[in-house]
Nanobody
Framework: QVQLVESGGGLVQPGGSLRLSCVVS????????IGWFRQAPGKEREGLSC????????YYSDSVKGRFTISRDNAKNTVYLQMNVLKSEDTAVYYC?????????????????????WGQGTQVTVSS
């Protein structure tokens, strides 16, 4: 059974950092592309970053480029999202998601439609 579990969220002051983890089970994480998304109250889901399973290439939205870094540790079946210089507008529930066809296509963050498996989410609150 495929499962994704996020952790690492919490309360942080503006300008601070957090590292989110997405532990995958039921499959080998290097076979799937992984994306990170977030959803704030009253807002649509937003794609933030993804990492290809085929070549490790990474993609970022303009809103997080230069502040967030996605990485994977295949030995631990874990994908990370390092978030620096956090802003109040980064407050949201953060989700990781897996694309089971990641070996055959580029990951995308413009839509979550490619991702068949989703974690339960972890809350990130940026506030002083």
């Amino acid at each position: 059974q495929v499962q994704l579990v996020e952790s690492g969220g919490g309360l942080v002051q503006p300008g601070g950092s957090l590292r989110l983890s997405c532990v995958v089970s039921g499959f080998s994480s290097d076979l799937y592309s992984i994306g990170w998304f977030r959803q704030a109250p009253g807002k649509e889901r937003e794609g933030l970053s993804c990492i290809n399973s085929s070549d490790g290439r990474t993609y970022y939205s303009d809103s997080v480029k230069g502040r967030f870094t996605i990485s994977r540790d295949n030995a631990k079946n874990t994908v990370y999202l390092q978030m620096n210089v956090l802003k109040s507008e980064d407050t949201a529930v953060y989700y990781c998601a897996a694309d089971p066809l990641g070996q055959f296509r580029q990951c995308v963050i413009s839509s979550g439609d490619q991702y068949d498996y989703w974690g339960q989410g972890t809350q990130v609150t940026v506030s002083s």
